[in-house]
């Protein structure tokens, strides 16, 4: 990770209510009290459960973050939640352009927006780059992970780069129990740091991997130079299972 600190960060996706929420943070910090020195941990619970958690998790090294957020300060958007309302709710971050969210039409230039609106507000983009299994057969995944990466970053400014974090999320490894192999993302995430380096320190780029990550395949993963941590869905709904792949970048 070469001086990097590493990041696990767990997406609850659309799970959870507040007492649910409550009761998975009084399990976490049973379980971890503190987490291993040097490590970072990001728990994104659905806008719902944020002040909940923020709540639960207050005193814990443990930050909030939200799975989503709108490039618009405020005005009729209906159904939409701006950086400053979840950053009123304890999150400090955001996950953005995550491929479930793609998938119902936001564009990299949405997600652009995005973030830029979360840099405005004091929040920490967690940014989702991915391709399809299509992309990734048909010989294009670097070219489609630049182009979206490009797209991304073309709005932080140099000073911030310490500010975002990537996701390298193959889209056929989310929620398939089909994690790309360690030597894969090792790969690809190289591959995109490399193509990030004209504009930014790409050495400071925080880059993670997400997909299907578990307690007993986090290890292998987190060990290769290039990966500063992991993006978990599932196993990240269980604060046993959360805790274990904790553990495992420590
Ligand atoms: C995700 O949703 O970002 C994710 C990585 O999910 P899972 O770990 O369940 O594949």
Known sequence: MQGRRPLIAGNWKMHKTPAEAREWCAGFRDRLP?????VDVAVCPPFTALEAVSAALRGHPAWVAAQTISDQPSGPHTGEVSASMVFGCGARGSILGHSERRAMGETDAMVASRVRAALDAGLRPIICIG??????????????????LMVAIGVVRANEVDRIVIAYEPIWAIGTGRMATPEMAQETIAAMR???APHLDANRLRILYGGSVTPASARELLVAPDIDGALVGGASLDPESFAMIIEAAG
């Open 131 to 148: 391709e399809s299994l299509d992309e990734r057969e048909g010989g294009v995944t670097s070219e489609i992970l630049a182009d979206q």
């Open 34 to 38: 503190a987490v291993p020195p040097g």
């Open 194 to 196: 490399a193509s990030a």
